[in-house]
Each structure stands twice: as C-alpha cells, then as structure tokens.
C-alpha cells in the first residue's frame, strides 16, 4: 500500500518547487527509490498538464560506471545525457542510499574525471542554470543510522522538515534577510579556530524555501573571488566522492585555500587539485531550517541546520556568479549554536548572529519561534 505521504511530497515538488506549467518536460531521476514514490511524482507531473521523463539508477551500477570509465567514454555517457537534459524544462532527482559510501573505493583519478568529463557538462552547464530544478534524499535505513535514529523514527523527521516546514512563512522572513544582505560588504566570522573576512560586496544573495532542495531553508551568496583571508574550521562531517572527512580546516589567503587539513589529507587535497577554481569560494550560506539541529552526514540535511554556516569550496552559482568556475562544489558546514562551539558572524561592523541565534532585527524572523510550521 502506497504511503499517503508520497503524494503530499510529490505534489510540493512538482507546485512548489519546480513549478511545473502545462506542455512542460520534467526529469525525474531516481536512486533507490521505492517506486511508488516515483509514481506518485508521475501522477503529480501528470496532473500539471506536463511531461514525465524518467530515469533509475542504482548506486552500485553508478560505481560499476565509474570504475571502467575512460575519457571517451564518459564523453559519450555525457553527450546522450547533454542532449536529454538540453530538453528538459524541470528536473526532479531523488536518492536514496542503501550504502552511504558506496563510492568510497572509487580511485580519486576516476572521481576527477567523472567530475570533469560528465558531472560539469551535464549538471553544471546545463541543468543547473537552464532548469528549475529540486534535488532531494528519500528515507532509506542507512541515512537512519546516519542520523542516530531508529528507521522508523527518521522517517517521521524526515517528513516533518520537508512537508512539515511552512515554506511561504520562511519566504517571507527572508524578504528583509536578502536586503539587509545585498547592500552589505565586509563579513566577518569568528568560531573555535575560525577567524575569516571576506567581501560580499555586489554579489546578490539568494532566499531557498523549498525550491532547489527539500528540505530547504538557507539564504546564500558569493564572497568576492580573493577578498577572503584567514582561516576557518568545520565541526560536521562530510561525505564527498565516497569519503567522510572530518576535521576539516582551510587556511585562506587572498580568496585561495592555501593549506588543508582533514583525517584524509591526500584525498582532501586530490579534490582540492581538480581544477584551478576549487581552491576557491563559491558560497557562503546560512542555514535557518528550525526542524534541523544535528548533523549527520547528509549535505542536504546538515547544509540547513539552524544556526549553521556553510562556506563552499569551488563553483559558484549564476545567480550571485563571482567568477568561479569548477567542477567541484563541496558545501562543508560549521554549527554555530553553544553545544557545537558557538560562535558569532558580524557584517559591517554589525553583531548579525551570536551562538546560532540572530540578534539583528533584519534576521530575527528567521529565528525557531516565528518559523510556523505547516
């Protein structure tokens, strides 16, 4: 028997955050999803008056892939998936994991190169800046045990703060956020073992309620390409091409990480060695979603969490573009509230957050007990 929840899900992506309209194609790709979910989100294209396009994979078939593949051959896998996506008007991927480090074994030569070869052409050029896209994780045992919580217990979070958010409240609160934020220049943010400048000054900044991702509730920008210097430490883990890092901490100077330091340190500077624009800043994010207050592996989860920062190593959006170009884009994330550290973020001058509470009255909106739940 189908979850009723699967329909209230698929009815937010297709209205709420791709906004589908009549005659329109929609993507859905799908990775250890229940198939009842990707019906649900069928019907729900149907019902707009749109076009379903489907696509299943399978993390373990996904390694098989990149294990064999040459540069040719990814070109190929690229140009077929190019040609699909050109023609898409949304995009809906939902995944799920069985095995959260299912590409752990993958050599970093492979990684890079499907990061280069595929990743970029199809994802970076294409369905991120000429689809309205949503991205999301769908409740599987092993994100459970991510999380510390029984399968059971995950699942009712995890409807919570993805149906459970009032989005249009969120959206609201914001408004005042984005222009608080758009005439502001010199950010400055201090945390155990962080101390970090950096200019924001011209770049717009983006407002995420239930668009881009589910759960949503983040509002972003793009520090000025090399005004960022200082140093800035992490203090949640975070799984990229297959490998957990902790420990993660970058020594900055004019814009550039100069020195990394993580619990893999050959992995972490390969990835850093992609190409020129990973050393550098594409975003710098604060999270806001009140249902989300521990981390637990997933970036789509823990780049929201109330009270956090997320400061991304390499390719920056078209939205608020810098000038960075990568085929990384690696959201690491810093909590900020007392039991994590603590922590403060001034802009001008201006106190803006202090232990993962605003104080500003620009972002007090933005605090746990005026997001209304839906």
Not at 238 to 246: A, D, E, R, V
Not at 250 to 273: C, H, M, P, T, Y
Not at 287 to 307: Q, R, Y
Request: proline share 5%; charged share 20%.
């Amino acid at each position: 028997m189908r979850d009723p929840r699967h329909a209230q899900l698929a009815k937010l992506l297709v209205t709420h955050s791709v906004q589908l309209n009549p005659g329109e194609s929609c993507l859905i790709q799908t990775s250890e999803v229940p198939g009842d979910l990707v019906e649900a989100i069928i019907e729900a294209v149907y019902d707009a008056g749109a076009y379903p396009h489907v696509k299943l994979t399978l993390e373990g078939v996904s390694r098989s892939l990149l294990l064999g593949a040459s540069e040719e051959s990814l070109a190929s896998w690229a140009a077929c998936d190019a040609y699909q996506m050109e023609r898409m008007d949304a995009f809906i991927g939902v995944r799920g994991f069985n095995n959260h480090r299912e590409l752990s074994d993958v050599p970093e030569a492979q990684m890079k190169l499907y990061m280069n070869c595929y990743n970029t052409p199809v994802h970076q050029e294409i369905r991120v800046p000429k689809t309205k896209w949503v991205v999301l994780r769908y409740p599987t045992p092993s994100m459970a045990y991510m999380a510390g919580m029984s399968t059971r217990a995950f699942e009712e979070f995890y409807y919570q703060v993805t149906t459970g958010v009032d989005y249009r409240t969120m959206a609201k609160a914001m408004e005042p956020v984005k222009t608080f934020l758009d005439s502001s220049d010199r950010v400055h943010i201090l945390g155990p073992e962080t101390d970090l400048k950096f200019s924001i000054k011209g770049m717009t900044s983006v407002p995420c309620y239930g668009i881009r991702n589910i759960p949503d509730g983040e509002i972003y920008t793009a520090p000025v390409l090399e005004s960022m210097q200082g140093k800035v430490a992490y203090n949640t883990p975070s799984t990229y091409q297959g490998t957990t890092f902790t420990g993660v901490s970058f020594e900055v100077k004019e814009g550039k990480i100069v020195s990394a330091r993580a619990n893999r340190q050959e992995r972490i500077d390969a990835i850093l060695d992609t190409d020129k624009g990973a050393r550098y800043f594409g975003e710098f994010a604060l999270g806001v979603n009140p249902s989300i207050i521990n981390p637990m592996d997933e970036t789509l989860f823990d780049e929201k969490i109330m009270g956090s920062f997320h400061l991304t190593p390499g390719n920056a959006y078209k939205e608020c573009f810098n000038g960075n170009k990568s085929s990384v884009h690696w959201d690491l994330v810093s909590i900020q509230t007392p039991q994590y550290g603590g922590g403060e973020i001034w802009i001008d001058g201006v106190l803006v957050r202090r232990d993962g509470v605003f104080v500003h009255e620009a972002f007090s909106g933005l605090n746990p007990e005026h997001l209304v739940q839906a």
